[in-house]
C-alpha cells in the first residue's frame, strides 16, 4: 500500500492539459438560492474590504451569494435590507422561490451564449456555502434533509454545454457548509471556526465522488480549503484524475491539519487577520495559500503582475459580486475596455480568465448588464482570438509608447502585439526587432507597412487604433529586442 507521502507526490505529478492551457476564456456560474434575493452592498471590492482588518468586514460583503452569512450581523446592510424587505422570512425558504424559477430555465440558450464570448470551459456552482444542491444527490444531508434541486440542474447545463464544444467543470464548496456550521464569518480567521468537521468530512468527500461518478467534470474547483487531511485528500484527487485523466484541480484544496484547531486560540486568530489583511492589501485582492496539491492558481479579483510558470486564472464577477446583485448600477460593471484589456494582460501573462456570470433567481434569466459584456467579448475574441488561444507568453510580455500601450502573445513563429490607444496609426514596438524574413499583418485583416527603428520597428496601422477595444498585429520571424 502506497505510503501517503507517496499519494500526495502521485497526485503532485499530474500536468496541467493543453486544452486548459489553450482556452484563455472560461465562464463561471453562480447561481444559488442567493440570486432571489440578490442584494449586496457596493460600497468596497473584496480586496480593499478584506484589508482593513475590521473583525466583521465580511458583514459588507460586496458577494450577495454570502447573503445568509451576512444576515447573521444584525446591523449589516443585508440584514437591514432583508428586514425591510422579506421581514422574518427565513433564508432557506428562498430555495422554493428559486426551483420555482426553473419553470423558465433555458440551458441550451445559456450555453450558446457561453459559447459566443469564445470561452472554452464553464464552470457551475453545484454547491455554495449555503449548502444548497444543484443536482438531486443521492447523499442526504443530516441537518436539512432535501435542500437539494429535484431537477438535475448540473446535469442539464454539462449536457447545453458541451452540445456547444465546451469543456464543462464544477465547483463544490468543500471549505463551507452552513448547514453543518452556520458559525458568522466576519474576519479571515473566523473561516477556522466555521469550517465543518465530523460526519461532514465524509458528506463532501461522497459528493464530490457523485459529481465525478454522473457529470465527468473537465475541471474540479473546490473553495476555500478542504476537510479532510492530506493524504485521504489525495486519495480523492487521484480517483478524479482516473476518471478524467486530462481534468483540472484548482487550488483551494487546502487540506486539514490539526494545527488548525492551535491556530483558533484569540493570539492566533489576531496573526492570522493582520497577515491576511496585510496580504489582501499588497495583492489589491485575494490570492489563496499554495495547498501542497493542486494544478493551477486562482487570485481572485486580482491579477499577478508578472509572467506566471505556474498556470493560473483570474477569478472574478462582471462587477462586484459573483451572484446576481440588483444593488448594481452600471458605475460597479466592468467597462468595454476594462473588461477586453483584462482578458489582453492575462493572456499575456500566462493565465485564463475565469469571469462570473450571475443569473437571477426568481426567473432563471441573466440581467442584461451582464449579457451586454458578454457581448463585447464575443466580439472581441472573433476578431483577435487567434492573438489570444493556444498562445503562450512571448519573452517580453508589455510594451508601450506614446499613447499606447501593448501586450505580447506568442505562438509557433508569430509574435502577437495586442495595442490599445485612441487615435494613433504609427505606433513603435520597441521590443520587437525584425528580420530578413519579417511579415507583419492586422489579426483578421491584411499586410501592415514596417519600417525597421535603431531600437524596435515602426508599424502603419491601417485604421487609427480606437479607445475600447484592442487590435491584434501578427508579426511572424521577428526577434526580441536586446533588453540593453
Not at 507517496?6 to 444559488?32: C, M, N, Y
Not at 487577520?273 to 485582492?285: E, L, M, N, Y
Not at 493551477?296 to 509572467?307: A, G, K
Not at 451586454?372 to 482570438?385: D, I, K, M, P, Y
Request: glycine content about 8%; proline content about 7%.
Amino acid at each position: 500500500m502506497a505510503s501517503d507521502r507517496e499519494l500526495v507526490k502521485s497526485v503532485r505529478r499530474h500536468q496541467v492539459p493543453t486544452w486548459w492551457r489553450d482556452a484563455k476564456l472560461g465562464i463561471f456560474v453562480h447561481w444559488t438560492p442567493a440570486s432571489v434575493p440578490a442584494f449586496a452592498p457596493v460600497d468596497a471590492e473584496i480586496g480593499e474590504l478584506m484589508a482593513r482588518r475590521d473583525p466583521q468586514a465580511m458583514a459588507w460583503s460586496p458577494y450577495s451569494e454570502w447573503y445568509e452569512n451576512s444576515l447573521r450581523f444584525p446591523e449589516s446592510p443585508a440584514a437591514r435590507h432583508h428586514a425591510e424587505v422579506y421581514g422574518t422570512r427565513d433564508y432557506h425558504d428562498f430555495a422554493a422561490d428559486w426551483e420555482a424559477g426553473l419553470a423558465s430555465w433555458d440551458p441550451d440558450e445559456w450555453a450558446a451564449r457561453f459559447a459566443a464570448t469564445g470561452a472554452r470551459y464553464v464552470v457551475l456552482v453545484t454547491k455554495h456555502h449555503d449548502g444548497y444542491c444543484l443536482w438531486p444527490t443521492d447523499v442526504p444531508n443530516p441537518h436539512r434533509p432535501g435542500f437539494h434541486s429535484a431537477r438535475d440542474v448540473v446535469g442539464e447545463l454539462a449536457e447545453a454545454v458541451r452540445a456547444q464544444g465546451l469543456r464543462f467543470g464544477v465547483y463544490y464548496s468543500g471549505g463551507l457548509d452552513w448547514t453543518f456550521n452556520d458559525h458568522p464569518i466576519g474576519a479571515f480567521s473566523d473561516l477556522l471556526a466555521a469550517q465543518p468537521r465530523g460526519d461532514y468530512v465524509g458528506y463532501a468527500e461522497a459528493h464530490v465522488r457523485e459529481l465525478i461518478a454522473r457529470y465527468q467534470p473537465s475541471v474540479l474547483w473546490n473553495d476555500i480549503s478542504w476537510p479532510a487531511s492530506s493524504a485521504r485528500l489525495a486519495g480523492l484527487l487521484l480517483e478524479y484524475y482516473a476518471a478524467v485523466p486530462d481534468g483540472v484541480v484548482n487550488d483551494r484544496f487546502m487540506p486539514w491539519s490539526a494545527a488548525w484547531e492551535a491556530a483558533k486560540t484569540k493570539p492566533a486568530r489576531m496573526v492570522l487577520d493582520r497577515v491576511a489583511a496585510r496580504s489582501a492589501k499588497a495583492d489589491r485582492g485575494i490570492v489563496p495559500p499554495k495547498p501542497p496539491m493542486f494544478d493551477v492558481r486562482t487570485p481572485e479579483y486580482t491579477v499577478f503582475d508578472t509572467v506566471q510558470t505556474t498556470p493560473w486564472e483570474c477569478v472574478r464577477g462582471i462587477d462586484r459580486s459573483f451572484g446576481h446583485n440588483r444593488a448594481s448600477s452600471e458605475e460597479f460593471f466592468l467597462a468595454r475596455d476594462e473588461l477586453l484589456w483584462s482578458l489582453t494582460d492575462i493572456t499575456a501573462k500566462g493565465g485564463n480568465l475565469l469571469l462570473n456570470v450571475g443569473p437571477r433567481g426568481e426567473d432563471a434569466t441573466i440581467a442584461e448588464p451582464q449579457l451586454r459584456r458578454l457581448e463585447w467579448l464575443g466580439e472581441f475574441t472573433s476578431a483577435v482570438g487567434d492573438a489570444l488561444y493556444a498562445t503562450r507568453p512571448w519573452i517580453s510580455p508589455a510594451g508601450r509608447g506614446p499613447g499606447f500601450e501593448v501586450r505580447y502573445t506568442a505562438r509557433d513563429t508569430t509574435v502577437f502585439a495586442l495595442v490599445r490607444g485612441d487615435g494613433i496609426v504609427d505606433i513603435t514596438l520597441a521590443e520587437v526587432r525584425s528580420t530578413p524574413t519579417t511579415t507583419v499583418g492586422r489579426v483578421g485583416g491584411g499586410s501592415l507597412t514596417f519600417e525597421p527603428q535603431p531600437r524596435g520597428i515602426r508599424v502603419t496601422l491601417d485604421e487609427p487604433l480606437e479607445a475600447g477595444a484592442p487590435v491584434a498585429i501578427a508579426l511572424d520571424h521577428v526577434e526580441a529586442e536586446s533588453q540593453r
